[in-house]
């Protein structure tokens, strides 16, 4: 069984950085594929970005482009978000998936969640 857990969020001014994490446990092949999303209450789910096992990035969110950055550690089996020069409207809950086989760009495609961890980006 695969479980994400993400820390590192809170609250951050404008232009401030923050960095996100993801530690995965389970069956690494349930992994390999690992994604940030992102939603406010509302509104739609958006991708941030994905990595594959071997550490190839997707194209990020075009608004994100950038300012974030994301990598895993396999050794840790951890996956990271480090997210610089924030905005306000950055500000949502970010949550970490992750499925077997290669990335995808939509959250229906990832079988396993997180819990989630809240990022408010305000003065």
């Known amino acids: 069984q695969v479980q994400l857990v993400e820390s590192g969020g809170g609250l951050v001014q404008p232009g401030g950085s923050l960095r996100l994490s993801c530690a995965a446990s389970?069956?690494?092949?349930?992994?390999?594929?690992m994604a940030w999303f992102r939603q406010v209450p509302g509104k739609v789910r958006e991708f941030v970005g994905a990595i594959s096992w071997s550490g190839t990035i997707t194209d990020y969110l075009d608004s994100v482009k950038g300012r974030f950055t994301i990598s895993r550690d396999n050794a840790k089996n951890t996956m990271y978000l480090q997210m610089n020069r924030l905005k306000p409207e950055d500000t949502a809950i970010y949550s970490c998936?992750?499925?077997?086989?290669?990335?995808?760009?939509?959250?229906?495609?990832?079988?396993?969640w997180g819990q989630g961890t809240q990022v408010t980006v305000s003065s």
């Open positions: 998936a992750a499925r077997p086989g290669g990335v995808r760009s939509t959250w229906p495609e990832y079988a396993y």
């Open positions: 389970g069956s690494i092949f349930s992994f390999t594929a």
